[in-house]
């Protein structure tokens, strides 16, 4: 008996002839890398919808507090874990369907391929309108505008990758 077909028995619910994961290095890998995956998510939209729709109504210096450059390096932090993880999915994604046969549709790439750039533009907003440059400041004129881009953004964002979860 495996360890989740005993926590299945513990709550009642024995799956029978249904594939189990292998709780192996690669699964742990798997797990952690969709947790870093979620994480930058729930951080960088989180954020994104927090100065929209409470912050930014009150004006643009409210959207930081004083406290621009700590966003800033967690903007960082999200970018880099979105970034790693979302490759490595991609990769294991795409490698596991070919060996089980079933290679991903032209669909399939197409909804990745607008998720990415929609990642990037979401990824640059929340960068340049934390940044210390003149450029920032630029973009921090109009505010209110990019931040209503970055949520649009990130919302179909979230939208694709409930598809694409079908898909394999
Ligand atoms: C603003 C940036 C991003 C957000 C908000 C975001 C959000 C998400 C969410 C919520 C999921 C579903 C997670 C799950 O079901 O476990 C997901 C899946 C995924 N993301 Fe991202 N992501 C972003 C950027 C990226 C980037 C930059 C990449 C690639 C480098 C990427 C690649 C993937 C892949 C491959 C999946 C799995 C898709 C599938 O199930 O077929 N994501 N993303």
Redesign the pocket.
Known sequence: MTFISQIDTLFGSVIVGQAQPTLDGTFALQVLL?VL??F??VI??GGIFYQRSILFPTGVDACFVGRRQVWAKWVGIATLF??A???Y??IT?IRTAKADGVPLPPT?HAL?GV??L???L??FLAAILAGKTEAAERFRQKMGMWLNVAWSA?LT??VI??I??N??
Do not use: E, P, Q, T
């Open positions: 969709r995956h979620i930058g998510a960088l939209v979105l970034l993880s979302g490759l999915n991609f994604i399939y990745f998720k990415f929609l990642a990037l979401v990824m990130s964002i979230l990758a409930a694409l979860r898909y394999h």
